[in-house]
């Protein structure tokens, strides 16, 4: 399909409560408000004619475009260069707090640094996914678009009326649109606002401009608690500020994505809703956090992880995969059949089924949290701990069934091989806490279903003719989610049983530093179509690589990864063949483990020093 920008071709921009993607020619083509799991109000990047965006690039030239991040800052710049000048768009949204609130602004602010150019301003707002009308008020100082639910206000800098001249701009159903040229020196802009309560009001460039400055001391504030002084520091800094970017504040909880619908294939089905907070994401936030020093955030996580766990009934499932960034359970997945998709990949859904499956791994990725936070001294409350307690008692009844796995697969349960190594975490890391706080517990029950599991595992998860662990019992299949094996403690990387294991994911997952969770094609996963390698993966083979040994491989394939980034140092889910991001993005997941894999492989090539 034409006219689709690539997937990681876009910068993130965000309030710490909602986000937006700016394409490299300066489209807003992805916001959603007014939270990131609400309906888009601009959704171009999941259909070009009907989701609705905010152009603001040269007009009828030839130009070229890049993109940057005001060093240690979330605020991005999109520079334009032709043959005539060059000009550039500064976007960014100023930080909303930590009260919830459904006023948003975002800034544009455009100036010309050398030459002239003629830019269009093309504002096409499309509310709830394209598929509510909605009114367009004109005022004196700017527009509102106001439909049932949601309005956003347009109001340009109070200097931007010399720049366009009122009869050039054209304002009619498909939304507020105009063509102008800027001379170097120009500087104009407009800034969007959701449920404003008044009416719009235009504002100076000063003021723009502090609020720029106010947005910028705030990044670089945050940024600059990070303790992290080692080899990839740029690397690990951008991805610290990209996990914030898609942090609620209110709660604390992580989303996934910021994105809906990107396909894991382009043209394929494997298209998911990805603006939730996932039990394993946030449990993995901690560890890489606290990394960073960056104890505030890891507390707000473990205190929204700790009330999913309270809020947890003692029924067939009592933790739920996932939730939406209140907490709230109720994920309906839904297809939006009137939108094309991401370069026509269809369906394009919303909401996430995967939400009631069983997946028996989050528990060990949750207690192994609330562990390591207690070694850094964040100690579960007494409540939280009962709670926790209360899930592994439920664990050791529950644990030896199929399950739907890491990778939430549509084909039916299995005994996952991760799910019961993780299992074996959950509640190994209750014992040593139960332990060393004299908290209650069943340990000796825990222990004896801890022993259990490995001795299970060992005996069925190993597939003697591969010499390898597979996916699950009843495969020969191997699954990269099993690089975790020895970074979790379940077996030794010198160990002959993982070494061999590790071999035989080198020559089957592995493809020049990028690793395949697993070949769909040889363990059907209920979907039609393929994927691409799993950055996630990928950072883990480095850490697998790293304790076994293998130093010098480890870290070059580190640095490997670092030329599948986007240029803006981001990364989606997964890396398609010819190295463009494909899935979601940016991916938190993504991102987590890169900063764990710099701080775990700056420690072992420190140690070698």
């Given at each position: 399909?034409?006219?689709y920008?690539?997937?990681?071709e876009?910068?993130l921009?965000g309030?710490?409560?909602?986000?937006?993607?700016?394409?490299?020619?300066?489209t807003?083509?992805w916001?959603?408000?007014?939270?990131?799991?609400?309906?888009?109000v601009?959704?171009a990047l999941?259909?070009?004619s009907?989701?609705?965006?905010?152009?603001?690039?040269?007009?009828?030239i030839?130009?070229?475009?890049?993109?940057?991040?005001?060093?240690?800052?979330?605020?991005?710049?999109t520079?334009?260069?032709s043959?005539?000048?060059v000009?550039e768009?500064?976007?960014?949204m100023?930080?909303?707090g930590?009260?919830?609130?459904?006023r948003?602004r975002?800034?544009?602010?455009?100036?010309?640094?050398?030459?002239?150019?003629?830019?269009r301003?093309?504002c096409?707002?499309?509310f709830n996914y394209g598929?509510d009308?909605y009114?367009l008020?004109?005022h004196?100082e700017?527009d509102v678009?106001?439909?049932?639910?949601?309005?956003l206000?347009?109001?340009?800098f109070?200097?931007t009326?010399?720049?366009?001249?009122?009869?050039?701009?054209?304002?009619d159903?498909e939304?507020?649109?105009?063509?102008?040229?800027l001379?170097?020196?120009?500087v104009?802009?407009?800034?969007?606002e959701?449920n404003c309560p008044?009416?719009p009001?235009?504002?100076?460039?000063?003021?723009?401009?502090?609020?720029l400055?106010e947005?910028r001391?705030?990044?670089?504030?945050w940024?600059?608690?990070?303790?992290y002084?080692?080899?990839?520091?740029e690397m690990?800094?951008?991805?610290?500020m990209t996990?914030?970017?898609m942090?609620?504040a209110?709660?604390g909880?992580?989303v996934?994505?910021?994105?809906?619908g990107l396909?894991e294939?382009?043209g394929?089905?494997r298209?998911?809703?990805?603006?939730?907070?996932?039990?394993?994401?946030?449990s993995?936030?901690?560890h890489?956090?606290?990394?960073?020093?960056?104890?505030?955030?890891a507390?707000?996580?473990?205190?929204?992880?700790?009330?999913?766990?309270?809020?947890?009934?003692?029924?067939d499932?009592?933790?739920?995969v996932?939730?939406?960034?209140?907490?709230?359970?109720?994920?309906?997945?839904?297809?939006?059949?009137?939108?094309?998709?991401?370069?026509?990949?269809?369906?394009?859904?919303?909401g996430?089924?995967a939400?009631g499956q069983?997946?028996?791994?989050?528990?060990?990725?949750?207690?192994n949290s609330?562990?390591?936070?207690?070694?850094?001294g964040?100690?579960?409350?007494?409540?939280?701990?009962?709670?926790?307690?209360?899930?592994?008692?439920?664990?050791?009844?529950?644990?030896?069934?199929?399950?739907?796995?890491?990778?939430?697969?549509?084909?039916?349960?299995?005994?996952?091989?991760?799910?019961r190594?993780?299992?074996w975490?959950?509640?190994?890391r209750a014992v040593?806490?139960?332990q060393?706080?004299?908290?209650?517990g069943d340990?000796?029950?825990?222990t004896?279903?801890?022993n259990?599991i490995y001795e299970?595992?060992?005996?069925?998860?190993?597939?003697?003719?591969?010499r390898?662990f597979?996916?699950?019992y009843?495969t020969?299949?191997?699954?990269?989610?099993l690089l975790?094996?020895?970074?979790?403690?379940?077996?030794?990387p010198?160990?002959?049983?993982?070494?061999?294991?590790?071999?035989?994911?080198?020559?089957?997952l592995?493809?020049?530093?990028?690793v395949?969770?697993y070949?769909?094609?040889?363990?059907?996963?209920?979907?039609?179509?393929t994927?691409?390698?799993?950055s996630?993966?990928?950072?883990?083979y480095?850490?697998?690589?790293?304790?076994s040994?293998r130093?010098?491989?480890?870290?070059l394939?580190?640095?490997?990864?670092?030329?599948?980034?986007?240029?803006?140092?981001?990364y989606s889910e997964?890396?398609?063949p010819n190295?463009e991001?494909?899935g979601?993005?940016?991916q938190?997941?993504?991102?987590?483990?890169?900063?764990?894999?710099?701080?775990?492989?700056d420690?072992?090539l420190?140690?070698?020093?």
């Amino acid at each position: 399909m034409e006219g689709y920008p690539g997937v990681g071709e876009h910068g993130l921009i965000g309030d710490l409560q909602t986000a937006a993607l700016v394409s490299k020619d300066g489209t807003i083509d992805w916001f959603c408000a007014p939270r990131f799991d609400s309906p888009s109000v601009f959704g171009a990047l999941l259909d070009r004619s009907k989701g609705g965006h905010f152009q603001l690039s040269p007009d009828g030239i030839e130009y070229t475009s890049k993109q940057l991040y005001l060093p240690g800052t979330a605020i991005l710049i999109t520079r334009f260069h032709s043959a005539d000048g060059v000009g550039e768009v500064v976007d960014f949204m100023p930080v909303t707090g930590e009260q919830v609130t459904d006023r948003h602004r975002l800034v544009r602010l455009i100036r010309m640094v050398r030459g002239s150019m003629p830019f269009r301003f093309d504002c096409r707002p499309r509310f709830n996914y394209g598929r509510d009308p909605y009114e367009l008020e004109v005022h004196p100082e700017g527009d509102v678009f106001r439909s049932a639910t949601l309005a956003l206000t347009l109001a340009p800098f109070k200097n931007t009326e010399r720049l366009i001249d009122a009869r050039d701009i054209r304002r009619d159903a498909e939304g507020v649109r105009a063509v102008y040229t800027l001379h170097e020196g120009d500087v104009g802009g407009v800034v969007l606002e959701t449920n404003c309560p008044h009416a719009p009001r235009a504002i100076s460039t000063d003021e723009a401009c502090e609020l720029l400055a106010e947005t910028r001391d705030f990044w670089r504030r945050w940024v600059g608690r990070s303790r992290y002084t080692g080899r990839w520091r740029e690397m690990v800094e951008r991805s610290a500020m990209t996990l914030k970017l898609m942090t609620y504040a209110p709660t604390g909880a992580l989303v996934a994505a910021p994105t809906a619908g990107l396909p894991e294939q382009v043209g394929g089905p494997r298209n998911w809703d990805y603006r939730y907070t996932w039990v394993r994401d946030a449990s993995i936030s901690v560890h890489a956090l606290l990394g960073l020093g960056f104890t505030d955030e890891a507390r707000k996580y473990l205190f929204w992880l700790e009330a999913r766990i309270r809020d947890a009934a003692n029924g067939d499932v009592p933790l739920q995969v996932m939730y939406r960034i209140d907490g709230s359970p109720d994920l309906a997945e839904e297809v939006l059949d009137h939108l094309e998709g991401y370069r026509g990949s269809a369906p394009v859904r919303v909401g996430n089924g995967a939400a009631g499956q069983l997946q028996l791994d989050i528990y060990g990725e949750a207690l192994n949290s609330l562990e390591f936070a207690d070694r850094h001294g964040l100690i579960a409350p007494h409540e939280g701990w009962r709670k926790a307690a209360g899930l592994m008692d439920w664990l050791c009844e529950h644990w030896d069934q199929p399950e739907d796995g890491i990778w939430e697969t549509r084909s039916g349960r299995q005994d996952f091989t991760y799910g019961r190594v993780m299992s074996w975490v959950a509640l190994d890391r209750a014992v040593r806490l139960a332990q060393r706080l004299g908290r209650p517990g069943d340990t000796t029950r825990w222990t004896t279903e801890r022993n259990a599991i490995y001795e299970q595992v060992m005996a069925r998860g190993f597939h003697t003719e591969r010499r390898a662990f597979v996916q699950h019992y009843r495969t020969h299949i191997l699954d990269a989610s099993l690089l975790a094996m020895p970074s979790v403690g379940f077996i030794s990387p010198s160990d002959p049983m993982w070494e061999s294991t590790l071999r035989a994911m080198d020559a089957e997952l592995v493809s020049d530093s990028l690793v395949y969770r697993y070949d769909p094609t040889a363990s059907p996963d209920g979907l039609a179509g393929t994927e691409g390698t799993f950055s996630m993966c990928s950072f883990w083979y480095v850490q697998a690589l790293a304790d076994s040994g293998r130093l010098d491989e480890a870290r070059l394939t580190f640095e490997k990864m670092f030329t599948y980034s986007s240029s803006l140092g981001l990364y989606s889910e997964e890396i398609a063949p010819n190295g463009e991001q494909i899935g979601n993005f940016p991916q938190a997941f993504s991102h987590l483990s890169l900063i764990s894999t710099a701080v775990h492989l700056d420690g072992l090539l420190d140690s070698q020093q």
